[in-house]
Nanobody, 126 residues
Framework: QVQLVESGGGLVQPGGSLRLSCAASDGTFRNYAMGWFRQAPGKQREFVGRITWGGSYTYYADSVKGRFTISRDNAKNTVYLHMDSLKPEDTAVYYC???????????????????WGQGTQVTVSS
């Protein structure tokens, strides 16, 4: 079982940047595609983006495309979510998740993911 721990959340001003990290408990991390999701207060959790096992392919929700970038370092068992040009509507708890179907890019449904982190809060406000 893979354990995931997110970090890097916090308070940032509109237009600012933030980088989230998600560290996995062991080297089986490299066998999984990794997704990022978020849940704003009073809303359902939504897909943000995904990266395949080797990092070659990424896919993003339209709401974050061009502003957010996902990368991974398999040597460090870590996936990152770099967020630029942040908006107040990006405020949410951000979760990383692992998917054992590692090569198919467009898997955006949360029920397809096997393991989840506990989430980290991102607040965009002046």
């Amino acid at each position: 079982q893979v354990q995931l721990v997110e970090s890097g959340g916090g308070l940032v001003q509109p237009g600012g940047s933030l980088r989230l990290s998600c560290a996995a408990s062991d080297g089986t991390f490299r066998n999984y595609a990794m997704g990022w999701f978020r849940q704003a207060p009073g809303k359902q959790r939504e897909f943000v983006g995904r990266i395949t096992w080797g990092g070659s392919y990424t896919y993003y929700a339209d709401s974050v495309k061009g502003r957010f970038t996902i990368s991974r370092d398999n040597a460090k068992n870590t996936v990152y979510l770099h967020m630029d040009s942040l908006k107040p509507e990006d405020t949410a708890v951000y979760y990383c998740a692992a998917d054992s179907v590692a090569s198919d890019v467009r898997r955006t449904t949360e029920t397809l993911y096997d393991y989840w982190g506990q989430g980290t809060q991102v607040t965009v406000s002046s």
